[in-house]
Every structure is written in structure tokens, then in C-alpha cells.
């Protein structure tokens, strides 16, 4: 089956929990105890029905009507997986946003067509986040098209204006579908009420979304988490793949070694690719821990203790912080050069502003292995005293 | 219900199984002898080649069924397994949250501090129950066994690096992406060894293994994981209907867990 990965982005309350749990109620993906428990809560809270109540399972949740943490929800469609992951959509839990949004494919963002709601400033971000998170493609839902009567003017304007904004910080793939969550128009078939609208339904348009495409370096690199006994590391390939008696240059302590046999899961075998979890026996034995890399002397990936990267910050923030990059925690100094401002220009700046991406050197103390065309040995987590900063992406 | 691609669920467990060793350094992993955790047990066979590097507990409130203890004593020899039974004494009271919540929980508590695991291996799916939803793959537990879910790390791009204080442990969620589906298609492709109480026998069967107390039969007359695979693609119910704490509040469950009950 092919796996779609669907983030939901957005202002809190323009509709996405709406959304989740009408997509499975149309898909008929929700079993009926989940149906009728959504239905007693919203009876006991004196509301007509909330389909948002079926995949917010908290108490708090319910009673004070927002996410508060990642969910997920997956429906089947003719034949196709859909995996929704709704994420918090309010300012102090952008850092679990992060979180949620790094584990799809595809956004997709809701804006409440309502004259009151429409493009915020944290629709703005969240789309801000998810360009640095990678992710390649951006569905706009503009929902709560019930409420203003599907009127295609407020559908249109809503489009232009944030169509100006995703050109400016360079979205290659984007497309607009006007839909009712609650009233479930548009959501799996086209909808009799929006004549006017000639574009696919919008599980059609998710389907038809390009499928995100997987690192293609060849570069040898496996990220080790530590020894099985002293002739044998553990570890997964992340790109390239090994044979019996390649020879492994392990870094960052630049050590060499020679591949004597290759197990992947419990057999041994001559040749292990990228995704698989192995275990390599070495000669002469070596002693890894989490964060060291194995690869080949002709791959050239960099150790370095400084570098270039774009971060995005969830506090104002300056100086001694610690960064997770493949794994392993390294104190660092992080100094910001510029500040990305919100027409996409770029204005100087000394300080990380909070949810604001900049540029910035990170200086790291311990040496660690970077690559830039390797999505996982080019991006990091950071944190200060508070504990969760940001994200980085290396450049 | 969905089925999702074995091999990725496989390596995305092995992974995280050797997050857990490499991370921490006295690990243990609960075994119910239910299908999901000798699931688990048999991944681990494949993340550390035939060795499984940390002790399994067995909490034992010794009214368990006859046929668990039977299929616990097998397998032990068989995979050669680290076993630790933690006796739990059953309270007077025995509706389901007083007695699998504080026994179990307390017998846990024990053998923990015991023993001084400051990592514990749990086969919890998220589609088991709502709020199962929001279980990260290494979760803290405070000294208390508590799981404070609003304040939760991060988990982005692999980054498992919780700090773990003394007295606190790390839950390792590895099946935490499997489906009910997937660990029957995976107990079939592995033909790893079914506890019987699964199959079933006068038209009644187990669909979710608790103790003998708090464990109902469902209706069913599937008599092997072929036939259990194809009740759940029309099943419309879920898993733990046969366990009475689900029957209590709506909440009990994130009660239970907080408890650190899993
Ligand atoms: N009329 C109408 N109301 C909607 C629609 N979508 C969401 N809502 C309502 O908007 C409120 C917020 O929706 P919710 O899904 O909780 O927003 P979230 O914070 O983005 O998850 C709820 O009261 C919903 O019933 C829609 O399409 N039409």
C-alpha cells in the first residue's frame, strides 16, 4: 500500500481536529464506540456534535477545546493509506507543532474562510516551519465555506493573498481546495454547493500530491549506536550500502577497520542498503558510541566544529546552547548574522528572535560528522536551560 | 483495519530497541506473554542476533491462566530468555482499577527499585486506545511513575536524548506504530509461538490478554491467526472491549496510566 503522511497546519480553531475526525467519518474509518463516545462528550458539553471530538481523547482537550499535543489518525480510501497527524495550532506549543510536522510529506493547512479568522500570522509561520522542515508539498484548505454562503470571491481572495506569500518564500507545490469540515463538503467527492469551483475533491488532491522523495546520496554513511561485543557495531544505514570486506572509515576519530561479515536482522548476509538496521563484524575490533558515523575514506563527509545553518528558534535566545545533531548532545555557541522578516527579505540581526527563522554559525565543542546532501547529517535540535529551543537545518 | 509494510515496522523497532540499550544503561522489558510483547521480544531477537541483551518481567499475580504460565516456561527456554517473575498480591477489592492499576503498578514499582532499571521496554500500541495517541517512543516516568503528557520532549529526527534523574525511569515504546493487524501478520510471517487463550474453543475467544479477573471473551470461533486477521478486517469494535476497566469511566485509562499502569 502506498503510505500517505498528512500534517495538519493551521490557526487554532479554523477547523482542523473538525477536519480529522470528518475524513474518518465519511471513510467510515472510525469505529462506532469512538462515534458514540465523541457523541456523548459533545452532548454532555451541551453541543450539537463535534466530529473533532473523536480524535481528541483528553479531558482537558475537550473541555477547553484545543490540541494540545500530536495525534494521529489513518483512514483507507479506495485501496489508499492516509495517515493524518494533527498538530497543536497555539503559540506555546509550537515546539510539539515542530514535532508533528516533521513526520509528513504533505501539509496540508487550513484557513477559516471567515471574515474574523482567514490568514494569520500563524498560518504564516506554520508554513514557515514546515519549508524548513522540507516537506515539499502544501495543500491550502480554506474551510468554514458554509458559514459564508461558498462565496467564491472571499475563496479567491483568501488564495491570492497567501499565494503571494508562499512565491515569496519559494513553495514550489501548492494547491487551494475550498471545503466545510463540519458540514463535510468537498471532502471525498466533489460538492453539489461549490459549482463554481472546478479543482479536484480534497482527498483527490492529496492522493494526486508527488510522492516526497528519499535522499539519493550515495555517499556511504551509517549512524552507530554502539557495540553488540567488541568485534561487532550496530547501526543503520542512512545511504550507500556495504559488502563483506569493504573497508569502514569510522568517524569522527577517523579509524579504520574491514567489514568481516554482515548480519540484517538474525542472518548473516553479503550486502546490507540503505534503511537497514545491521550489524557489522569488524577487524580490528572497535569501541562506538551514539553519534559516531561509519563510512568510506572516498565519501568525504566532513567532521567540523563549526558550521552555517538556517534555525528556528521558539524563544529570543543568544549565545551557550546545546544542540542534538545525529543523536548526540554537544554544547555549542550559536552567533545569529540575519533575520529572515516576514516578506521573506533579510534584515541584520545579533539575536535569535523567537519564531523567527535566522541565519546563525553554530560553534560546537566536541567535533561532530556533517553532510549536506543527507537530510539526517544536516539538521539539528536545539535546546537552552529551558529545555527545547528550535530546529537548525545546515546550509 | 490497516495493514502497514512488516519490514519498515521491523526495522523501525529494531532501531529504537538499540536506542534503548545504547542509551540506557540497566534496561528491562515487560512480558505479559501476550501477543504484542512476544512480538517485541522477537524483534529484539533480530536487533541483537539471537541474544536478547536485557531481562524480561513477568508481574505474576499468580491467578494467571494455567495456559500462560505454560507458554511463559517454553518460551523462556526456548529464546533463552533473562526472566524476572514480580509477584503482585491480588487486593480484596478486585474491580478493574484497584486491581490492575495498584498491584500491578505496585509490584512494578518494587522490583524497579529493586533492581534499579532506569529503562523499561513496553509493548503499548498507539491504536489501542485514544489516548495512546499521544505516547512518545521514549517517555518519562517521574519517580512517582507519573507520566506528565503535556510536557512531553520532543521526539524530532530521532532525538531520543531524555535525561533521566535519579529514581525516574524511560518507558521504550518500540511496537508503538503497529497495529492489532500487524502484530498477528508479523506473529504468522515470524511463526513466533501464540499463546492459546488467543484461539478459540466453544465459540469464545481472547482478543486482548489481561489477568483472569479483568479479561472477557469475545464471541468468536476463529481458530488461528488467518482467521483472527480476517475477524478484524470487519471488526468494528475495539480492542480492549473484553477488559472491564474500559467499561468504568470514560477517563479510568488515563487515570490508569498516570498510575503507571500500562
Ligand atoms: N460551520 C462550521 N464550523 C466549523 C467548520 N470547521 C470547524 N468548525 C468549528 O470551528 C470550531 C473549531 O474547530 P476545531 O476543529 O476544534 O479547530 P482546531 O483548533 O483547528 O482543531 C469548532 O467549534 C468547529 O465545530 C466548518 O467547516 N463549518
Known amino acids: 500500500m502506498i503510505s500517505n503522511r498528512v500534517t495538519l497546519l493551521g490557526h487554532k480553531d479554523h477547523g482542523k481536529s473538525t477536519l480529522i475526525g470528518s475524513m474518518l467519518i465519511v471513510t467510515k474509518s472510525v469505529s462506532s464506540e469512538r462515534l458514540e463516545k465523541a457523541k456523548s462528550i459533545s452532548s454532555k458539553l451541551g453541543k450539537i456534535f463535534e466530529p473533532g471530538f473523536i480524535i481528541d481523547s483528553f479531558e482537558e482537550e475537550h473541555e477547553g477545546g484545543l490540541t494540545i499535543d500530536t495525534s494521529r489518525a489513518s483512514l ?8 493524518f497527524i494533527d498538530v497543536p495550532g497555539h503559540e506555546e506549543l509550537i515546539g510539539n507543532m515542530i514535532t508533528g510536522a516533521s513526520y509528513g510529506d504533505t501539509a496540508l ?30 495543500i491550502v484548505a480554506v474551510n468554514k465555506m458554509d458559514l459564508i454562503s461558498y462565496d467564491e470571491k472571499t475563496f479567491n481572495k483568501i488564495k491570492n493573498e497567501f499565494k503571494t506569500y508562499l512565491d515569496r518564500i519559494g513553495w514550489t507545490w501548492c494547491t487551494f481546495v475550498p471545503i466545510s469540515a463540519y458540514k463535510m463538503e468537498n471532502l471525498i467527492s466533489r460538492s453539489g454547493k461549490i459549482p463554481w469551483y472546478e479543482g479536484e475533491c480534497l482527498i483527490t488532491t492529496i492522493l494526486n500530491a508527488p510522492k516526497s522523495k528519499v535522499s539519493q546520496s550515495k555517499k556511504l554513511s551509517i549512524i552507530l549506536q554502539g557495540n553488540l561485543d567488541n568485534n561487532t557495531i550496530l547501526g543503520k544505514i542512512l545511504s550507500g550500502s556495504i559488502h563483506i570486506n569493504d573497508k569502514l572509515l569510522i568517524l569522527p576519530y577517523m579509524k579504520n577497520c574491514k567489514i568481516e561479515n554482515i548480519f ?31 563510512s568510506t575514506k572516498n565519501s568525504n563527509l566532513h567532521t567540523v566544529k563549526a558550521f552555517d545553518s538556517l534555525v528556528f528558534p521558539i524563544r529570543n535566545q543568544r549565545g551557550d546552547i546545546s544542540i542534538n545533531i545525529n543523536g548526540t548532545i554537544s554544547k555549542s555557541l550559536i552567533a545569529p548574522k540575519a533575520l529572515i522578516d516576514k516578506y521573506g527579505g533579510l534584515k541584520d540581526s545579533k539575536v535569535l528572535k523567537s519564531l523567527s527563522v535566522s541565519f546563525a554559525t553554530v560553534r560546537v565543542q566536541d567535533v561532530v560528522v556533517i553532510e549536506r546532501s543527507i537530510p539526517e547529517l544536516s539538521r539539528f535540535t536545539m535546546y537552552d536551560s529551558k529545555g527545547f529551543l528550535g530546529i537548525g537545518v545546515i546550509k | 483495519m490497516i495493514k502497514q509494510n512488516l519490514s519498515l515496522l521491523e526495522e523501525r523497532s529494531i532501531f529504537l530497541l538499540r536506542e534503548a540499550v545504547s542509551r540506557f544503561d540497566n534496561v528491562a522489558a515487560l512480558w505479559s506473554m501476550g501477543k504484542d510483547s512476544t512480538a517485541m521480544l522477537a524483534v529484539a531477537r533480530k536487533a541483537f542476533v539471537s541474544k536478547i541483551p536485557f531481562p524480561v518481567i513477568h508481574i505474576d499475580n499468580g491467578i494467571d491462566f494455567p495456559e500462560t504460565y505454560e507458554f511463559r516456561d517454553l518460551l523462556t527456554k526456548k529464546w533463552k530468555l533473562d526472566l524476572i517473575v514480580a509477584e503482585s498480591k491480588i487486593k480484596k477489592e478486585l474491580s478493574g482499577f484497584s486491581c490492575c492499576g495498584s498491584n500491578k503498578t505496585e509490584a512494578l514499582k518494587k522490583i524497579m527499585k529493586e533492581q534499579g532499571f532506569n529503562a523499561l521496554i513496553v509493548s503499548i500500541r498507539r491504536d489501542e486506545h485514544g489516548i495512546r495517541s499521544k505516547e512518545r517512543y521514549v517517555s518519562k516516568r ?11 520532549k520532543a521526539e524530532l529526527w530521532d532525538d531520543y536524548s531524555s535525561k533521566i534523574e535519579e529514581g525516574e525511569h524511560a518507558r521504550i515504546h518500540p511496537l508503538l506504530d503497529w497495529n492489532e493487524i500487524d502484530v498477528w501478520n508479523y506473529t504468522q510471517a515470524e511463526k513466533i509461538p501464540v499463546n492459546p487463550l488467543y484461539f478459540s474453543r466453544n465459540g469464545f475467544r481472547y482478543r486482548s490478554l489481561g489477568c483472569t479477573h479483568c479479561t472477557s471473551m469475545i464471541k468468536s470461533n476463529a481458530k488461528n491467526i488467518p482467521q483472527i486477521m480476517a475477524e478484524l478486517k470487519v471488526s468494528t469494535t475495539e480492542e480492549r472491549q473484553g477488559r472491564d476497566q474500559d467499561k468504568e469511566k470514560d477517563y479510568v485509562m488515563s487515570k490508569l496510566r498516570a498510575l503507571g499502569y500500562m
Open chain 1, 109 to 138: 493547512i487550513i484557513i477559516s474562510a471567515l471574515r474574523n479568522e482567514g490568514i494569520t500570522e500563524q498560518t504564516k509561520r506554520h508554513v514557515l516551519i514546515a519549508k524548513m522542515l522540507d516537506i515539499k508539498n502544501l
Open chain 2, 142 to 152: 517521574n519517580k512517582d511513575f507519573k507520566w506528565d503528557y503535556k510536557n512531553q
Open chain 1, 264 to 294: 540484517v536482522k538474525n542472518k548473516s548476509s553479503k550486502i546490507a542498503r540503505k534503511g537497514i538496521n545491521v550489524a557489522i563484524r569488524v577487524n580490528p575490533p572497535i569501541g562506538v558510541t551514539r553519534g559516531n558515523v561509519a
Open chain 1, 76 to 83: 483507507v480510501f479506495n485501496g489508499n493509506f492516509i495517515e
